[in-house]
């Protein structure tokens, strides 16, 4: 049974930090490339940051960059997401994503809430 479960939001103040964990079950980890989606209210949903599993690149959303940094550890089948100098506008249910492109195939977390708010 495949199972993301994300953990470590929560209601933070603008400019504090959080950590974020999805920790995967089910399937080979090290096969697949796994990201962090966000949605806000009235919002579609956005890529916020991605981990390749071949060569480890990193990519992140504009809106992030030098504030988020995403990492994996395949030994605990988990990806975490580090935010610092979080804003208002971070505010929004983060997802786990892994994409394993050459199966076609793509599981997803239920999301963790995270509110930026003095």
């Known amino acids: 049974q495949v199972q993301l479960v994300e953990s470590g939001g929560g209601l933070v103040q603008p400019g504090g930090s959080l950590r974020l964990s999805c920790e995967a079950s089910?399937?080979?980890?090290?096969?697949?490339?796994m990201s962090w989606y966000r949605q806000a209210p009235g919002k579609e949903r956005e890529l916020v940051a991605r981990?390749?599993?071949?060569?480890?690149?990193?990519i992140y959303a504009d809106s992030v960059k030098g504030r988020f940094t995403i990492s994996r550890d395949t030994a605990k089948n988990t990806v975490y997401l580090q935010m610092n100098s979080l804003k208002p506008e971070d505010t929004a249910v983060y997802l786990c994503?892994?994409?394993?492109?050459?199966?076609?195939?793509?599981?997803w977390g239920k999301g963790t809430l995270v509110t930026v708010s003095s």
């Open positions: 994503n892994a994409a394993n492109t050459y199966v076609a195939l793509e599981y």
């Open positions: 089910g399937f080979t980890f090290s096969r697949y490339r």
């Open positions: 981990i390749y599993n071949i060569d480890s690149r990193k």
